[in-house]
């Protein structure tokens, strides 16, 4: 079972931020934190993967919590083709995918 | 970035046929490959997670004999579902991993849509 909670769907406005949370309290010390987006009848797609301090990268930033409980993937501008579901997963779970967030992002 | 990709990317055909799904990557060594099974509005599912040269580890409820999966080497694994019934048809999804630990990315391919008549 997945050890992460996201909510289930969020709305963004098109080129506005987007900060899609996600809750993993049982975190042990040498997870990783992965998150990747999936658009419709494709696989998933890589964002971006931290341990401890945030990272930034061409499509996102990874803003993690000092106690490593929660983590943050912020979309600075959100376009169009940001509508997806976003799934946050630890890697020491076995790469396994909870249910994710839906984000419907807004002309 | 990386790629991997996944064949065929689409299958219909009857109930008792074997369908093979091949999964390679491209332009990397995957030494860990995971299949994942996802139904319509669902989450992916993890069905095994395989390293290269040893048996695959196979999750609760997958049957192994069903689900058979070769990873022959460092760039492809297979994915062959034997003697396929109609409850088999789903979004099928492989995903590759290089380098050693947990700490890499996947990987994913562009998934095999399986419908069995």
């Known amino acids: 079972d997945a050890k992460t909670t996201q909510p289930n769907s969020m709305e963004s406005n098109e080129e506005e931020p987007v900060h899609l949370p996600c809750n993993h309290s049982?975190?042990?010390?040498?997870?990783?934190i992965h998150w990747y987006r999936q658009l419709p009848s494709q696989g998933p797609e890589y964002v971006i993967h931290?341990?401890?301090s945030n990272v930034n990268n061409r499509m996102a930033s990874l803003a993690i919590a000092e106690d490593r409980k929660s983590s943050t993937l912020i979309l600075h501008r959100a376009t169009l083709r940001d509508a997806a579901v976003y799934y946050c997963?630890?890697?020491?779970?076995?790469?396994?995918f909870g249910a994710g967030t839906r984000l419907t992002v807004k002309p | 970035g990386a790629v991997v990709s996944q064949h065929p990317s689409r299958v219909i055909c009857k109930s008792g046929t074997s369908v093979k799904i091949e999964c390679r990557s491209l332009d990397f060594q995957a030494t860990t490959m995971f299949w994942y099974r996802q139904f319509p509005k669902q989450s992916l599912m993890l069905m095994a997670t395989s390293n290269e040269g040893s048996k695959a580890t196979y999750e609760q409820g997958v049957e192994k004999d069903k689900f058979l999966i070769n990873h022959a080497s460092l760039t492809l694994s297979t994915l062959t579902v034997t003697s396929a019934h109609p409850e088999d048809s789903s979004f099928y999804i492989c995903?590759?991993?290089?380098?050693?630990?947990?700490?890499?990315?996947?990987?994913f391919g562009d998934g095999t849509r399986l419908s069995i008549l």
């Open positions: 995903s590759a991993m290089g380098g050693r630990g947990k700490r890499q990315p996947q990987h």
């Open positions: 049982t975190i042990s010390g040498t997870d990783y």
């Open positions: 997963i630890l890697s020491n779970n076995d790469m396994r």
């Open positions: 931290g341990l401890t």
